[in-house]
């Protein structure tokens, strides 16, 4: 368990207001890898752990062999992200490439020399991806005091020391990270608390606004879909037999950094929420949302 982890197990008992940053997520394609398996490189919905870690250590400079650092920043890192219409649609990539012998770089700047393949043969492989991404999250780092703080990410993703990319490196965002100031901080005491204070003040887009219309006629309310850290007393319910949320998962979306590979475990809840808002022209609230995929 990482710091952020047990901060947020002692923010719980305590009900104590952690201060949350919060993104907004928007590119034509995105990819959120899981765990690959023989040529198929899935997406998951929400972003890992690692991507998170990654892309503000990108913004904030750091190396790929700054281990430490990278590991740091992501055992303090507590996150949740959040949908205000339905999760974006999956498309498939098919890929194919002929392995001949060709010199290239790899990521710890060292070069690769590949001896290729011994006949003609093709490798087929597939790519997963999110299309018209546009996600929500509310992070926050624990211990708060330390460095990096939530103010030094708001002053990397400004002004990044190198591109951001929401997954894969052709994965560009199409707006900027950072909400408007008035948006920027929450105030609460477990991330679902500070995506649905977000959610709540966000304003209305044209499309939504129509989404809205139909809830109406519908007599729903609007929704967030969510995925959250499990909370302390939900973690380990299904090793005992005790009814679990029925959203609980078991993922493995941390990295090993000094290893360069991915290992452990956490658990995760993805649910859905109302969202409080008064149903008025002038409100500021959110779409509609549909199921993860």
Same mark, same amino acid.
């Given at each position: 368990?990482?710091? #952020?982890?047990?901060?947020?197990?002692?923010?719980?008992?305590?009900?104590?207001?952690?201060?949350?940053?919060?993104?907004?997520?928007?590119?034509?394609?995105?990819?959120?890898?899981?765990?690959?398996?023989?040529?198929?490189?899935?997406?998951?919905?929400?972003?890992?752990?690692?991507?998170?870690? /990654?892309?503000?250590?990108?913004?904030?400079?750091?190396?790929?062999?700054?281990?430490?650092?990278?590991? !740091?920043?992501?055992?303090?890192?507590? %996150? #949740?992200? %959040?949908?205000?219409?339905?999760?974006?649609?999956?498309?498939?990539?098919?890929?194919?490439?002929?392995?001949? /012998?060709? &010199?290239? $770089?790899?990521? *710890? #700047? &060292?070069?690769?020399?590949?001896?290729?393949?011994?006949?003609?043969?093709?490798?087929?492989?597939?790519? *997963?991806?999110?299309? *018209?991404? *546009?996600?929500?999250?509310?992070? &926050?780092?624990?211990?708060?005091?330390?460095?990096?703080?939530?103010?030094?990410?708001?002053?990397?993703?400004?002004?990044?020391?190198?591109?951001?990319?929401?997954?894969?490196?052709?994965?560009?965002?199409? !707006?900027?990270?950072?909400?408007?100031?008035?948006?920027? %901080?929450?105030?609460?005491?477990?991330?679902?608390?500070?995506?649905?204070?977000?959610?709540?003040?966000?304003?209305?887009?044209?499309?939504?606004?129509?989404?809205?219309?139909?809830?109406?006629?519908?007599?729903?309310?609007?929704?967030?879909?969510?995925?959250?850290?499990?909370?302390?007393?939900?973690? #380990?319910?299904?090793?005992? /037999?005790?009814?679990?949320?029925?959203?609980?998962?078991?993922?493995?979306?941390?990295?090993? $950094?000094?290893? /360069? %590979?991915?290992?452990?475990?956490?658990?995760?809840?993805? !649910?859905?929420?109302?969202?409080?808002?008064?149903?008025?022209?002038? !409100?500021?609230?959110?779409?509609?949302?549909?199921?993860?995929?």
């Amino acid at each position: 368990m990482g710091e #952020g982890c047990r901060h947020l197990a002692g923010a719980c008992q305590r009900t104590q207001l952690m201060r949350f940053l919060a993104l907004n997520l928007q590119a034509p394609l995105a990819s959120f890898g899981g765990t690959a398996v023989d040529h198929y490189g899935i997406t998951r919905p929400f972003p890992a752990a690692s991507m998170l870690t /990654g892309l503000l250590g990108n913004a904030l400079g750091y190396q790929r062999s700054e281990t430490e650092k990278l590991t !740091e920043l992501q055992e303090r890192l507590i %996150f #949740g992200a %959040f949908y205000r219409e339905t999760c974006p649609e999956q498309i498939r990539d098919y890929q194919t490439v002929q392995l001949r /012998g060709e &010199t290239s $770089w790899t990521t *710890d #700047g &060292t070069r690769a020399e590949r001896k290729g393949a011994s006949g003609d043969s093709t490798h087929i492989r597939y790519r *997963d991806y999110l299309t *018209d991404l *546009d996600l929500y999250i509310v992070l &926050t780092l624990m211990p708060a005091e330390k460095s990096p703080t939530l103010d030094n990410l708001v002053q990397a993703l400004e002004r990044p020391a190198r591109p951001l990319s929401l997954g894969r490196k052709t994965c560009l965002p199409s !707006e900027p990270l950072l909400l408007p100031p008035a948006l920027r %901080f929450q105030e609460a005491a477990t991330p679902a608390e500070a995506a649905l204070n977000l959610a709540g003040a966000l304003p209305f887009r044209k499309r939504e606004k129509e989404a809205e219309a139909k809830k109406r006629n519908r007599n729903t309310s609007p929704a967030i879909h969510l995925m959250r850290p499990a909370l302390p007393a939900e973690r #380990g319910l299904t090793d005992t /037999g005790a009814h679990p949320p029925a959203g609980l998962a078991t993922i493995t979306d941390e990295r090993n $950094w000094q290893g /360069g %590979f991915h290992g452990g475990s956490r658990q995760i809840v993805i !649910e859905k929420l109302p969202v409080r808002t008064e149903l008025s022209e002038k !409100e500021t609230t959110i779409g509609v949302s549909g199921e993860p995929t």
